[in-house]
């Protein structure tokens, strides 16, 4: 049996793996745009700030490593453009040279995973705005604050992925010649559950840069809401 799957990040390689495991005989292939199969992505922030110093710090496996311990061929830089489900064939597309060639399979598994929503905000296609997922995110980020030597920072979005680059800008703020100022912005003041802050900081309206209803948790001191002070509040 032929097994094609398209993404190779976490659901692709785990289902691969998990195939491999139950027919030895399978011939399972994992066809995936990036260069990268496993990466430490809640370390990508860590990365930005300096904490980690290094790329190969973030990737948890190779595809040699991953073949050798799985039996799982990879096929990295390859990106998927077309499904022929009646002749059961992908298409795929080498990203650096541009060359096609379609390849067969018995059975098909969709893994492409996610990509980061940008907001429909002016001047998010200039230069110095970064969405972070993958390694090759960071990498840029990190090298365009190093090299122009960024004092302000916005971080757009309400997850914990967001938040560690508040935190570990702030840290390096405390260690560093940077002194990065960071403005977190959300749709929304965050749950209770998502942020719970050790120290609570407040929200407030955002600045006229930002869409109307948006949310700005600053760097610069700001009085906490009184609800914030209560026990149920604190870790």
């Keep these: 049996m032929n097994v094609i799957v398209i993404g190779g990040v976490a659901a692709g390689t785990k289902t691969a793996a998990k195939l491999k495991r139950e027919n030895r005989d399978a011939n399972v292939t994992i066809y995936t745009k990036s260069q990268d199969i496993s990466y430490a992505g809640c370390g990508l922030p860590y990365y930005v700030g300096g904490s980690i110093e290094t790329r190969d710090e973030l990737i948890v496996n190779t595809p040699a490593k991953y073949k050798g311990l799985t039996g799982v061929d990879v096929v990295t830089g390859m990106e998927a453009t077309s499904v022929d489900a009646n002749a059961k064939t992908v298409t795929v597309r080498n990203v650096v040279s541009g060359e096609a060639n379609t390849v067969s399979y018995d059975k098909l598994v969709v893994a492409v995973g996610a990509e980061p929503f940008v907001p429909p905000v002016e001047g998010v296609n200039r230069k110095g705005v970064y969405t972070m997922r993958t390694p090759d995110d960071a990498i840029g980020l990190r090298a365009y604050v190093d090299d122009n030597h960024c ?66 948790w600053p760097s610069a001191s700001v009085p906490p809401p009184v609800s914030w002070l209560s026990p149920a509040w604190r870790w």
């Design 151 to 216: 004092r302000n920072a916005v971080v757009v979005s309400v997850t914990h992925l967001s938040n560690k680059p508040y935190n570990v800008w702030q840290k390096k703020n405390w260690s560093s010649i940077h002194q990065i100022r960071v403005c977190v912005c959300a749709l929304a003041p965050p749950s209770r559950a998502l942020w719970a802050p050790r120290r609570p900081l407040a929200w407030i309206p955002a600045p006229a840069c930002c869409p109307p209803t948006w949310w700005c």
